[in-house]
Protein backbone atom coordinates (compact mmCIF):
# COMPACT_ATOMS: atom_id res chain seq x y z
CA UNK A 1 0.00 0.00 0.00
CA UNK A 2 1.08 3.64 -1.20
CA UNK A 3 -0.93 6.55 1.02
CA UNK A 4 -0.63 9.83 -1.40
CA UNK A 5 -0.72 13.21 0.36
CA UNK A 6 -1.64 16.12 -1.14
CA UNK A 7 -1.22 19.89 0.05
CA UNK A 8 -0.33 23.80 -1.78
CA UNK A 9 -3.65 24.29 -2.83
CA UNK A 10 -5.61 27.51 -2.37
CA UNK A 11 -7.20 30.59 -3.75
CA UNK A 12 -4.67 32.67 -6.55
CA UNK A 13 -5.02 35.37 -9.35
CA UNK A 14 -4.49 34.78 -12.68
CA UNK A 15 -0.91 35.30 -13.42
CA UNK A 16 -0.07 33.60 -10.04
CA UNK A 17 1.56 30.82 -8.92
CA UNK A 18 1.24 28.05 -6.59
CA UNK A 19 3.38 24.87 -5.52
CA UNK A 20 1.55 21.61 -4.92
CA UNK A 21 3.25 18.94 -2.96
CA UNK A 22 2.34 14.81 -2.71
CA UNK A 23 4.18 13.43 -0.02
CA UNK A 24 4.08 9.54 -0.45
CA UNK A 25 4.50 6.92 2.67
CA UNK A 26 4.30 2.97 3.00
CA UNK A 27 5.56 1.10 0.37
CA UNK A 28 7.26 3.44 -1.50
CA UNK A 29 10.40 1.67 -2.64
CA UNK A 30 7.68 -0.21 -5.16
CA UNK A 31 7.03 3.40 -6.97
CA UNK A 32 7.84 3.66 -10.70
CA UNK A 33 6.02 6.38 -11.60
CA UNK A 34 4.10 9.13 -10.36
CA UNK A 35 1.37 12.08 -11.81
CA UNK A 36 -0.68 14.81 -11.32
CA UNK A 37 -4.77 14.73 -12.61
CA UNK A 38 -6.96 17.31 -12.06
CA UNK A 39 -10.72 17.13 -12.66
CA UNK A 40 -12.71 20.68 -12.91
CA UNK A 41 -16.43 20.84 -11.87
CA UNK A 42 -18.62 18.90 -14.47
CA UNK A 43 -15.67 17.79 -16.70
CA UNK A 44 -13.61 14.18 -16.25
CA UNK A 45 -10.04 13.50 -14.30
CA UNK A 46 -7.76 14.61 -16.47
CA UNK A 47 -3.96 14.05 -17.25
CA UNK A 48 -1.67 17.15 -15.79
CA UNK A 49 2.15 16.10 -15.73
CA UNK A 50 3.87 12.87 -14.76
CA UNK A 51 7.56 11.46 -13.84
CA UNK A 52 9.61 8.48 -13.57
CA UNK A 53 10.34 7.84 -10.41
CA UNK A 54 13.70 5.91 -11.08
CA UNK A 55 15.23 8.66 -13.31
CA UNK A 56 14.09 12.63 -14.34
CA UNK A 57 11.83 11.86 -17.35
CA UNK A 58 8.95 13.81 -17.38
CA UNK A 59 5.44 14.46 -19.36
CA UNK A 60 2.96 17.14 -19.78
CA UNK A 61 -0.19 17.78 -21.37
CA UNK A 62 0.18 20.74 -24.30
CA UNK A 63 -1.99 22.60 -21.89
CA UNK A 64 0.55 23.62 -19.19
CA UNK A 65 3.68 22.74 -20.90
CA UNK A 66 6.16 25.72 -20.05
CA UNK A 67 3.95 26.74 -17.48
CA UNK A 68 4.06 23.67 -15.06
CA UNK A 69 7.25 21.79 -13.27
CA UNK A 70 7.13 18.61 -11.91
CA UNK A 71 9.40 17.67 -9.76
CA UNK A 72 10.36 15.17 -7.36
CA UNK A 73 12.72 14.45 -3.97
CA UNK A 74 13.40 11.08 -4.03
CA UNK A 75 14.79 10.85 -0.34
CA UNK A 76 11.69 12.71 0.59
CA UNK A 77 8.94 10.95 -0.95
CA UNK A 78 7.43 13.39 -2.17
CA UNK A 79 6.56 15.40 -5.54
CA UNK A 80 5.96 18.28 -6.69
CA UNK A 81 3.79 20.57 -9.13
CA UNK A 82 4.81 24.08 -9.47
CA UNK A 83 2.26 25.98 -11.32
CA UNK A 84 2.53 29.96 -12.84
CA UNK A 85 1.21 31.81 -14.81
CA UNK A 86 -1.82 30.72 -13.46
CA UNK A 87 -5.16 31.03 -15.86
CA UNK A 88 -8.46 30.91 -14.50
CA UNK A 89 -9.10 26.93 -16.99
CA UNK A 90 -6.39 25.77 -14.85
CA UNK A 91 -9.17 25.81 -11.80
CA UNK A 92 -9.90 22.40 -10.47
CA UNK A 93 -9.12 20.01 -7.97
CA UNK A 94 -5.39 18.36 -8.10
CA UNK A 95 -4.76 14.64 -8.01
CA UNK A 96 -1.69 13.02 -7.41
CA UNK A 97 -1.32 9.54 -8.11
CA UNK A 98 1.37 6.76 -8.33
CA UNK A 99 2.27 3.53 -10.11
CA UNK A 100 3.96 0.45 -8.21
CA UNK A 101 3.80 -1.59 -11.34
CA UNK A 102 6.41 -2.12 -14.15
CA UNK A 103 5.43 -3.32 -17.75
CA UNK A 104 4.22 -0.96 -20.69
CA UNK A 105 1.90 1.83 -19.31
CA UNK A 106 0.59 4.95 -21.09
CA UNK A 107 1.64 7.74 -18.25
CA UNK A 108 -1.25 10.26 -19.48
CA UNK A 109 -4.09 7.88 -18.22
CA UNK A 110 -5.30 7.23 -14.96
CA UNK A 111 -5.71 3.51 -15.40
CA UNK A 112 -1.89 2.98 -15.35
CA UNK A 113 -1.93 4.59 -11.44
CA UNK A 114 -2.14 2.31 -8.86
CA UNK A 115 -2.56 5.10 -5.56
CA UNK A 116 -4.42 8.45 -5.46
CA UNK A 117 -4.71 11.15 -3.15
CA UNK A 118 -7.30 13.14 -1.39
CA UNK A 119 -6.92 15.96 -3.73
CA UNK A 120 -6.22 19.55 -3.31
CA UNK A 121 -8.63 22.39 -4.71
CA UNK A 122 -7.17 25.63 -7.03
CA UNK A 123 -8.60 28.25 -7.58
CA UNK A 124 -7.15 30.99 -9.89
CA UNK A 125 -9.83 33.91 -10.04
CA UNK A 126 -9.63 36.15 -12.92
Known amino acids: QVQLVESGGGLVQAGGSLRLSCAASGRTFSTTAMGWFRQAPGKERAFVAAIIWSGSTTYYTDSVRGRFTISKDNAKNTMYLQMNSLKPDDTAVYYC???????????????????WGQGTQVTVSS
Open 97 to 115: AARVLGGTYYYASSGAYTY
